[in-house]
């Protein structure tokens, strides 16, 4: 495999948690016989299933995914880690000439495959003390000033040229040699058109509340039980993970199911909030409205939805 960057097309299938975005790419994969490369940043630890919504056993063997059951819950995980598997992805699907459908809500995620993750030095404490000095001296304008003179493209390309921080970094990564912005730092994220699914703000409350109730009857405390059981101390995010950072306070006796559940909801509508803010201020999406469970329905105008925008490019 290339340690190398690349590019490759992809269809997206973007929206909030329980907006139906897996069972409508399953459905769109299995008639396209194309892989899911999953954009969520949950679905890559081991043994986390019931919890996290995880495509079923049925499921996965019918389509393959990428993306799921990447480490075990006491490890930590990075984007960069996440585009590694993407690039085994792009690189084996294009190995078997069949399309990817990127489906997911992990903004951070999505951002990285539209616009590139870029490998940049770290900050020099001492150059970031001086710039920082003259900021305060100076303020934005001494900045801008000190950019125009060492690279006045780059300052003319920025999208936010009175976000201090970001023109403190681009000084740095000049200083660094860098010639240009990096490829992360460009205006993909509004050229590309992504498709997304959009429920209506009741329904969706609904379908977090059943979809809760549904891992307890499913048995969300047994599996954080064994995961605790195997693995002993959980990474921070796996331990704090919708879900499973309540069932284990369930499991210790410092909440009751009832106040469990209760929490679970409460968060998961808070993180599905997040995300609606963030694809509608980040990224240009095209919106289907769902407001049933027809996914067939949905899956159909996605089609159409793809077929209007084609694939978008991706960096990896």
Known sequence: ???????????????????????????????????????????????????TAKPSPAERSRVRYWGLDLVDPSESFSVARFIQEARRCFESAHERSVPVI????????????????????????????????????????????????????????LADPSNSRRLIRALELIESGFLAPPHSWGNRLRESVVTGIEVPREVLVKRIEFRV????????????????TRYGKLSGTAAGAIGYAEAMSRLQGTLSQAAAIHLTIQRTRQLAKRQMTWFRHQINVSWIPMAGTDFTSVARRVTADWQQHGPQSVIY
């Open 1 to 51: 495999m290339s340690s190398a960057s690349g590019q490759a097309q992809a269809f997206f299938l973007v929206g909030p948690t329980a907006a139906g975005k897996t069972n409508v790419a399953q459905r769109l994969a299995e008639s396209m016989g194309a892989d899911i490369l999953s954009a969520d940043s949950m679905l890559v630890y081991r043994g986390m299933n019931i919890g």
């Open 102 to 157: 990127i489906a997911g809500g992990t903004g951070l995620y999505i951002k990285a495959l539209l616009n590139g993750l870029d490998e940049l030095p770290d900050p020099s404490p001492a150059v970031r003390a001086r710039w920082q000095a003259v900021l305060e001296c100076d303020g934005l304008e001494g900045l801008r000033t000190a950019l125009a003179a060492r690279n006045p493209a780059w300052l003319e390309g």
């Open 213 to 228: 109730h549904e891992m307890y009857e499913a048995g969300l405390l047994d599996e954080t039980q064994a995961l605790v």
